[in-house]
């Protein structure tokens, strides 16, 4: 049975040299080497696989045969893999983290997570990146116990002095049901009209803020464990509820929601904030993705000048 040996790296970056330059002579010139070093480094090459790699019968430029289309794939891959490895350690040397955590409130508009996202991948490209989602306290408690480094959260009822706090701007949030719901066909309500109709309400799984009420004024509620549940079940008729304005603008532009008149619950603007540990402050693609969360906070403040800035909800709504 013939004995095959294992391949070097540096024969691998010779065989893709040629590949890429399109002969052992252009190879030699791009990788500073003589051209009969090339051809000794792609025999040994050969000899270690036990495949012809190049067909060199039929001119003079070598052609990869089907076996080194093969080989071809892989060395690429190792290739590709041997960069990133060494992106990732060059990226710790100079202090940038190989992994961050971050949480998110999930109030958060869509659009700006995937602009913030979008560019810290482009921005950090050997930075793995943890995402979670979640709703009120949970956010805080997360950064709190170390499972995030970096979150992003509403107002907190509560105080907690372990944290710093950087403002990132707000959504506005609205109450709305379906054209059909009995709050939507009255029109205008009475103060307390909604403490009447079931109330979709955000569970808060955090014990931060554990039995804390949120803007809940229905007499009856149902608790939901994420927004896009609360989101499909308000459309479909079951139940009030606060959404993000960017979150429900297609539907109340399409009829598919209605926006609500209570007296006692306009809806205002919940206050957005990136957070962390004081003593375990976020590294450079963390401060980054703060700093990118405060430039498009920026760029809304600029957009919305003039409106009116006395909308302010407190506490959060649910």
Same mark, same amino acid.
């Given at each position: 049975?013939?004995?095959?040996?294992?391949? +070097?790296?540096?024969?691998?970056?010779?065989?893709?040299?040629?590949? @890429?330059?399109?002969?052992? $002579?252009? $190879?030699?010139?791009?990788?500073?080497?003589?051209?009969?070093? #090339?051809?000794? !480094?792609?025999?040994?090459? @050969? +000899?270690?696989?036990?495949?012809?790699?190049?067909?060199? +019968?039929?001119?003079?430029?070598?052609?990869?045969?089907? !076996?080194?289309?093969?080989?071809?794939? @892989? !060395?690429?891959?190792?290739?590709?893999? %041997?960069?990133?490895?060494?992106?990732? #350690?060059?990226?710790?040397?100079?202090?940038?983290?190989?992994?961050?955590?971050?949480?998110?409130?999930?109030?958060? =508009?869509?659009?700006?997570?995937?602009?913030?996202?979008?560019?810290?991948?482009?921005?950090?490209?050997?930075?793995?990146?943890?995402?979670?989602?979640?709703?009120?306290?949970?956010?805080?408690?997360?950064?709190?116990?170390?499972?995030?480094?970096?979150?992003?959260?509403?107002?907190? =009822?509560? %105080?907690?002095?372990?944290?710093?706090?950087?403002?990132?701007?707000?959504?506005?949030?609205?109450?709305?049901?379906?054209?059909?719901?009995?709050?939507?066909?009255?029109?205008?309500?009475?103060?307390?009209?909604?403490?009447?109709?079931?109330?979709?309400?955000?569970?808060?799984?955090?014990?931060?803020?554990?039995?804390?009420?949120?803007?809940?004024?229905?007499?009856?509620?149902?608790?939901?464990?994420?927004?896009?549940?609360?989101? %499909?079940?308000?459309?479909?008729?079951?139940?009030?509820?606060?959404?993000?304005? =960017?979150?429900?603008? @297609?539907?109340? !532009?399409?009829?598919?929601?209605?926006?609500?008149?209570?007296?006692?619950?306009?809806?205002?603007?919940?206050?957005?904030?990136?957070?962390?540990?004081?003593?375990?402050?976020?590294?450079?693609?963390?401060?980054?993705?703060?700093?990118?969360?405060?430039?498009?906070?920026?760029?809304?403040?600029?957009?919305?000048?003039?409106?009116?800035?006395?909308?302010?909800?407190? =506490?959060?709504?649910?």
């Amino acid at each position: 049975m013939a004995q095959f040996g294992t391949p +070097t790296y540096d024969q691998l970056q010779v065989f893709l040299a040629v590949v @890429e330059a399109g002969s052992f $002579a252009a $190879a030699a010139r791009r990788l500073g080497r003589a051209t009969s070093v #090339v051809s000794y !480094a792609i025999a040994n090459l @050969e +000899t270690q696989l036990g495949v012809a790699l190049f067909d060199r +019968t039929q001119s003079k430029t070598p052609k990869l045969t089907e !076996a080194g289309r093969t080989v071809l794939a @892989e !060395a690429r891959t190792i290739a590709s893999g %041997m960069d990133g490895l060494r992106a990732k #350690v060059k990226g710790l040397l100079e202090g940038l983290e190989a992994e961050v955590h971050v949480a998110l409130d999930v109030m958060l =508009p869509a659009a700006r997570v995937v602009d913030a996202l979008k560019a810290f991948s482009e921005a950090f490209p050997t930075v793995t990146l943890r995402l979670y989602v979640e709703a009120l306290g949970a956010v805080a408690e997360m950064v709190l116990n170390g499972r995030a480094v970096i979150g992003v959260s509403g107002a907190l =009822p509560v %105080m907690a002095p372990a944290l710093e706090h950087i403002d990132i701007g707000f959504v506005d949030l609205i109450p709305v049901a379906a054209p059909d719901h009995p709050l939507a066909l009255a029109g205008h309500n009475p103060p307390g009209a909604g403490r009447d109709h079931v109330q979709l309400v955000l569970t808060d799984r955090s014990r931060l803020t554990e039995g804390v009420e949120f803007a809940v004024l229905g007499n009856r509620t149902w608790r939901l464990a994420d927004i896009g549940s609360k989101h %499909m079940l308000l459309r479909e008729g079951i139940g009030w509820g606060n959404l993000p304005e =960017p979150m429900v603008r @297609e539907d109340l !532009a399409a009829g598919r929601l209605v926006r609500l008149d209570l007296p006692d619950l306009r809806g205002g603007r919940y206050h957005l904030q990136a957070i962390y540990r004081a003593d375990t402050p976020p590294g450079p693609a963390g401060s980054w993705l703060i700093q990118r969360l405060q430039a498009q906070a920026c760029s809304e403040a600029r957009q919305s000048a003039g409106t009116d800035a006395d909308r302010d909800l407190s =506490p959060p709504p649910a």
